[in-house]
């Protein structure tokens, strides 16, 4: 569901899927709370010269697929379709019902010296009450998850994706403040699970045994909350036997995005679905937030008056495309 650096399973929304049907621009159908009816501010924080945004118009979200395409095609060697190709932007139908998480760095100069604020990451969200009306998730074109969501039909589902960060970008800083504007998000819609699928770099399972096969012998989800892939790009996860599965060696192996949600309490479905499109392979990923650990929920919740701040890290790069 998620992936700073690829488009995390989204092949087949482009911008050949059919649009949703009276599909309104975001912020005519969002961000307001069901059961309080308060708006959700469009700036959600900042660190030093970066500020969280929701996407407020269209102008916001064709920057978001500036930089999708940037990433994810020019980078990331997706294949890109003729009107997107044209454009340069990674067109998508689910866009226009999706809200946008949004990272500016506000202390960028363009060409001629002048300060022009440069979106440097993005996450697109869509919520279950959203999908509903809709059509559903974009998960549901690569995994068979109705059983579940109807398992948990009193629960609130948010689902993840087309996350990346510009190359020049990838640090602590920026990547930290896209999850404390989700973290706000998820707070403020009383969201009680994550999901999405995630997406490791290739398409030849054999060459992804080792992180697949560990993901399937020692981070499968519960019974309650499983799901199995749909359609003929389907592939098994269990590549190699359990004894054969290093567990430090497998752990390694996983993107840092992937790894990074299976150390907050993310578990993941059984089996994995190649996309074609993007050159990757999707696994779906679900993170009942009631799991979270608790010092996740105490690093990312911050007073609503207050700006996000986060110090610099090293340079991580994630890897991630859904909803």
């Known amino acids: 569901m998620w992936s700073f650096g ?8 482009s911008e050949e899927y059919s649009s949703p049907p009276s599909a309104v ?3 005519t159908v969002r961000r307001r709370d069901r059961a309080s009816g308060s708006p959700l501010p469009a700036m959600l924080g900042a660190s030093g010269p970066f500020e969280i945004r929701l996407a407020q118009n269209k102008r916001d979200i ?14 990331g060697g997706a294949t890109a379709h003729s009107r997107s190709a044209l454009l340069r932007r990674d067109l998508c139908a689910l866009d226009k019902i999706c809200d946008h998480l949004l990272v500016f ?11 022009k604020p440069k979106l440097v990451g993005t996450y697109r969200l869509l919520r279950g009450d959203v999908a509903e009306k809709y059509g559903g998730f974009y998960s549901q074109t690569e995994f ?7 398992r948990h039909a009193d629960k609130r589902f948010l689902e993840l994706g087309r996350s990346c960060v510009h190359a020049d970008y990838r640090s602590k800083r920026v990547i930290e403040l896209l999850w404390r504007g989700l973290w706000i998000y998820a707070q403020h819609y009383e969201i009680d699970v994550l999901i999405g699928c995630a997406s490791l770099p290739g398409t030849q399972a054999k060459k992804l ?14 019974p309650e909350w499983q799901v199995r892939p749909c359609g003929t790009s389907a592939v098994s996860m269990a590549i190699l036997d359990k004894q054969e599965v290093d567990p430090r060696r497998g752990l390694a192996s996983l993107p840092p995005l992937i790894k990074a949600y299976l150390r907050a309490g993310a578990r993941f479905g059984d089996g994995a679905v190649i996309d074609w499109q993007f050159n990757t392979t999707d696994v779906f990923t679900v993170m009942p937030l009631d799991q979270l650990g608790e010092r996740y929920i105490e690093h990312y919740t911050v007073p609503a008056a207050s700006p996000a701040f986060l110090p610099d890290g090293q340079e991580n ?5 859904a909803a």
Do not use: C
Not at 317 to 321: D, I, K
């Open 25 to 27: 621009e975001p912020e």
């Open 62 to 75: 064709k920057k978001a697929q500036r930089l999708r395409y940037k990433v994810f095609y020019e980078e």
């Open 144 to 150: 068979l998850i109705a059983p579940m969501l109807a």
């Open 317 to 321: 790069r994630h890897e991630n495309r």
């Open 6 to 13: 690829s488009a995390f399973g989204f092949g087949v929304h």
């Open 105 to 115: 760095d506000t202390a960028h100069r363009n060409r001629f010296g002048r300060l």
């Open 209 to 222: 045994a080792l992180p697949l096969s560990f993901l399937h012998h020692h981070a499968q989800a519960e």
